[in-house]
């Protein structure tokens, strides 16, 4: 059994350390702190300005000016703070958030990310994407390990337009872990049941 | 003169065709509503917009789009703003598209005097083509300009007569940055508080970076994407 959403979102949250400061992506990584485990503290930021981001709210509890970076309405836990889009990006590309988590269309050997364009698709634009992968101290990828209509994601070189050169430190997918180291991807782990075969057959590197 | 104002008219005194104007706002979050508004009556064309995503879902600064008013964008993202797309599709509107925190910096360096920087972001990127690289011990750093406008128009929760700002939860986000970076910065506020009210610790913005103030008590305040979370059992 490949890794479902929900394990995939398990396996990401064993990632991240106590204490961490993370960006979480639109998508998969918003799955995440469903499953941290018991006791483990993390302060998640959002790129419109907060650090210390708290779940969706309560019904009827929505406040229409806290919002996170993805625009859907959000709660601040105690100890959370709110400021302007120069401190957040400061916080970002100075190297003060621990882990990015992001989604990507492609995840290049060389730690290459494509996560932004899609040749001549309609364009969604860039937000925040480039400046977290490249300021980001730690880059979490997890992504579906082919795309829908069955083409590799994992690649020796990405042809989608980058978001950054040579950031991806480990990449998530349904048929488990895997960190690029140059001309291949290293496997960490293979998902309950998968075979290395049927990786090999669905990667567009090689596998270390 | 003091800084205060009593009509959208008057806080959008002097904007007129071809100007360039910053808008705060995150999507629909922070918007100076009634400033909004008032350019699409007021109608000058030809206009630079730098803002986050140029309005959401019909609302917002859709409507500056719709009402044909701009010529030029700076933005960072267009995720599923309909009317963007189309005008970008029909070439009527010049799009640029920049990573969130160089738009960001590049606004501030223009309120802090600073003519230019090095960034890591983009670099490797087609944000970089055409740009100059330069190594910093052993990394590569794109040099990216100060953006500039004749105008801001920015939302904030509290200003006094001499325009010092509190802003609100993620209504902040741009805004303080525009303020800095045009030359004539009108604030739309919830509220307007004497002199000496805003305690100066907690000041989120010094009056020096506001020339105008309209205090406007009603905002929509819409939700992009409204999401919760069901209430436990019995709480």
């Not at chain 2, 600073?114 to 040099?143: C, H, N, S, W």
């Amino acid at each position: 059994m490949p890794f479902s959403k929900q394990d995939m979102a398990a396996r990401a949250a064993q990632e991240i350390e106590d204490g961490a400061i993370v960006n979480l992506g639109i998508g998969l990584p918003t799955l995440v702190p469903d499953y941290l485990p018991e006791g483990r503290e993390i302060w998640l930021q959002s790129e419109n300005g907060i650090l210390g981001m708290g779940p969706y709210p309560y019904e009827g509890e929505e406040d229409p000016q806290v919002i996170n970076a993805g625009k859907q309405t959000v709660t601040i836990v105690d100890g959370g703070s709110c400021f302007d889009s120069a401190t957040s990006f400061a916080m970002i590309r100075g190297g003060h958030v621990d882990l990015s988590i992001l989604g990507a269309m492609q995840i290049g050997a060389n730690g290459d990310i494509a996560n932004w364009a899609i040749p001549g698709g309609r364009t969604m634009g860039i937000g925040g994407a480039m400046d977290l992968a490249a300021g980001s101290k730690r880059i979490l990828v997890m992504s579906t390990h082919v795309t829908k209509k069955g083409k590799p994601k994992l690649l020796r070189r990405c042809s989608f337009p980058l978001t950054a050169v040579g950031v991806v430190d480990r990449v998530i997918t349904d048929l488990g872990v895997f960190d690029p180291v140059g001309e291949g991807f290293r496997v960490v782990e293979l998902a309950p049941g998968v075979e290395r075969a049927e990786v090999e057959a669905k990667t567009d590197a090689a596998l270390e | 003169m003091g800084k205060v104002r009593e009509s959208v008219e008057q806080a959008l005194e002097g904007i007129e065709d071809g100007a360039s104007i910053m808008v705060g706002g995150f999507g629909l979050c922070g918007n100076a509503e009634a400033l909004i508004r008032g350019v699409v009556e007021k109608a000058p064309k030809e206009l630079t917009l730098i803002s986050n995503n140029a309005g959401n879902l019909g609302k917002g600064l859709a409507a500056w789009l719709n009402a044909g008013l701009i010529r030029k964008i700076f933005c960072t993202y267009v995720g599923n703003n309909e009317d963007l797309h189309r005008m970008m599709a029909d070439g009527t509107v010049d799009v640029t598209i920049l990573p969130q925190g160089t738009f960001v910096e590049r606004m501030r360096a223009a309120g802090a005097g600073i003519p230019a920087f090095f960034t890591p972001t983009g670099v490797g990127t087609v944000v970089a083509e055409g740009k100059e690289i330069r190594e910093f011990d052993g990394r590569e750093y794109v040099l990216e300009e100060a953006l500039h406008a004749d105008f801001a128009l920015i939302r904030a929760a509290e200003a006094d007569p001499f325009g010092n700002l509190r802003f609100y939860r993620t209504a902040r986000n741009f805004s303080p940055i525009m303020a800095t970076a045009a030359k004539t910065t009108v604030v739309e506020c919830d509220q307007l508080v004497g002199l000496g009210e805003i305690d100066p610790d907690d000041v989120h913005l010094p009056g020096a970076f506001v020339q105008r103030v309209l205090p406007v008590a009603e905002h929509e305040d819409a939700i992009e994407y409204r999401t919760t979370r069901p209430r436990p059992e019995g709480g």
